[in-house]
DNA sequence: ATTGTTTCATAACATTGTTCTATAACTGCG
DNA sequence: CGCAGTTATAGAACAATGTTATGAAACAAT
């Protein structure tokens, strides 16, 4: 209260920066490749920048989940209305693009950072878990039940089909990712029947 | 030829005590947090019987996956005379009780640490890749092969079908591992019916 | 015993996440 | 206008860890 001091560096600017640069760096170079100091090189700063506005690598890392969550979040939105084979295409499209961050999402990968949670900023508080997963489901969610609505899905549970739904296509991009280059398939083709085959699986029984 | 010298600690024996060793610390605690010092004083000797036996961590986890790669295959090729859903259950129990091996072997964590590819020891050599990942699949297509002949399932691709049963087991394994905890999902449950629906989504067309 | 050779534990090194510290940048007041 | 007060930040110091280098230990041959 008594007097102003020096004017403020890390600010919400510096914060979105250095929230693009890791992701970027993440994306090439994997989380546990990219250091600190790259970071904040990258970002024109120094590694304080990354404790004063996050906390620590860690939350960094969790920011810039959460950061991707709400693309590819978007992504799903967007192709949800189209259909479930386009919510199932639009997954693999994202995830395909995005490699690292994907794995960094949904491989579990984050576990090895988690256990010094923020206070809870603006944004990077928390730790990523399942929450986000579920509000990543809802598109696909509805357009189950959309597809439910049009007879193409039987009166089963919606989220047991949705996470059928789910579980199906992240094996297939999970696998791809990690093995796809040194296994003999035609990966669009199986995608393509997968998704055909899921379909069939829960349509209305006779 | 001259003279022999020293005779040698770093033997065979002490290279299976240092994969036990090593698969039991990155199953307690993952491969990111476990330490060459601290696999070595549990191994009872110091870090250069790792390097002298393995080549480094790199090397060494990947014989430790490789080491969990005929464990599986083997709990795999039991199951796979008992038909399909029981491989698929046998396949879900492995990993819910190899947890962080099992992310090391399929969730493409391992690939943080390619890059140093070793000599090729007996067993050591080589990044663990995707002929491993097929190899671990000859169960499930076998037992694929059995539905077949028995009319359970239809004249479909083998490799297809066993590639989306793989995926969708795959899937859910993974989500359950990352996530599990903090979804409101009936995990048996929702498995039980997962594998049904993959034996339904195949089965021959009337 | 001495020498030579090989093996291996330990010490030194480089990198990286994190914490500490001293300086920089500003305000308000004399 | 300068000086004290305060806060933010860059950079130095620290700790841990993978890796490499070094020198001592253990044995054979002479």
């Known amino acids: 209260m008594e007097s102003m001091a020096r004017p403020i560096v890390h600010d919400d600017a510096l914060r979105q920066r250095l929230l693009d640069v890791t992701a970027q760096l993440v994306d090439r170079e994997g989380p546990e490749k990219v250091t600190l100091r790259d970071i904040a ?15 620590g690598k860690s939350q960094l890392l969790t ?8 693309s590819f979040h978007a992504s799903q939105e967007i192709a ?4 479930l084979k386009a919510t199932g295409w639009a997954y693999r499209k994202w995830a395909l693009e995005h490699d690292a961050l994907y794995r960094l999402m949904f491989g579990g990968a984050m576990d090895a950072y988690a256990e010094g949670r923020s206070a809870g900023g603006p944004d990077g508080g928390g730790l990523a878990d399942g929450g986000q997963t579920i509000d990543a489901m809802a598109p696909l969610i509805g357009a189950v039940t959309a597809a439910q609505a049009e007879g ?5 549970n919606v989220m047991l089909i949705a996470t059928a739904f789910w579980a ?37 029984r006779p």
Chains 1, 2 share one sequence.
Not at 180 to 190: K, R, Y
């Open 63 to 70: 920011a810039v989940v959460n950061y991707g969550f709400r």
């Open 152 to 156: 193409v899905i039987g009166p089963y």
């Open 80 to 83: 949800g209305k189209e259909g």
């Open 168 to 204: 199906q296509v992240h094996g297939l991009v999970s696998l791809e990712l990690a093995r796809g280059a040194s296994m003999p398939i035609d990966w669009d083709a199986l995608y393509d029947a997968t998704l055909d085959a899921g379909i069939r699986a829960w349509a209305p």
């Open 41 to 55: 090189a990258a970002g024109g700063t120094s590694t304080s920048a990354i404790y004063s506005l996050f906390g």
